[in-house]
């Protein structure tokens, strides 16, 4: 190797190690939300969106707020607004459960209060299983 592709080889390394902060911290965002759209007052959720943890969040155009759409231990589905009945702030999951980032209610996968301020559970919308297919209502 000589002079000129040592340098070379330096510099590609160096660019490579620069943009490693910067891919990395992409990694570190929270997952985006799948978008879907509203027909009819009815949102369509393939199943195999759900993953190995049996939950997604998806948005929609039309609505609002996302949707933590998951499965639960009967085997039946949940739609759930991802928005705090305590002041509306934006609730997300952490560690199994569905938490509001602005002052801490948490809300266990089914929506149920856990731990307050907030009063009220997360609202749900009727999901149906058909074939490979959720059909979450809406309106
Ligand atoms: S808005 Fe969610 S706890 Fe206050």
Redesign the pocket.
């Known amino acids: 190797m000589d002079r000129r592709d040592f340098l070379l080889n330096a510099c590609r390394t160096c660019a490579a190690l620069a943009l490693l902060p910067a891919a990395a911290s992409l990694e570190g965002c929270a997952p985006s939300a799948k978008a879907m759209a509203v027909k009819d007052g009815i949102i369509d959720v393939p199943l195999d969106a759900l993953g190995a943890s049996g939950s997604t969040v998806i948005s929609a155009s039309g609505l609002s707020e996302k949707l933590f759409i998951s499965k639960r231990a009967d085997g039946s589905y949940s739609a759930l607004e991802l928005k ?1 009945p ?4 934006p609730v997300k999951e952490k560690e199994g459960q569905l938490v ?1 980032s ?4 948490t809300f266990g996968r089914d929506g149920a209060l856990v731990k307050g ?2 009063k009220a559970g997360l609202k749900s919308y009727p999901v149906e299983a058909s074939g490979a297919m959720l059909r979450v209502r809406v309106a």
Do not use: I
């Open positions: 705090c305590h002041k509306g702030g509001c602005w002052h801490g209610s301020p907030s």
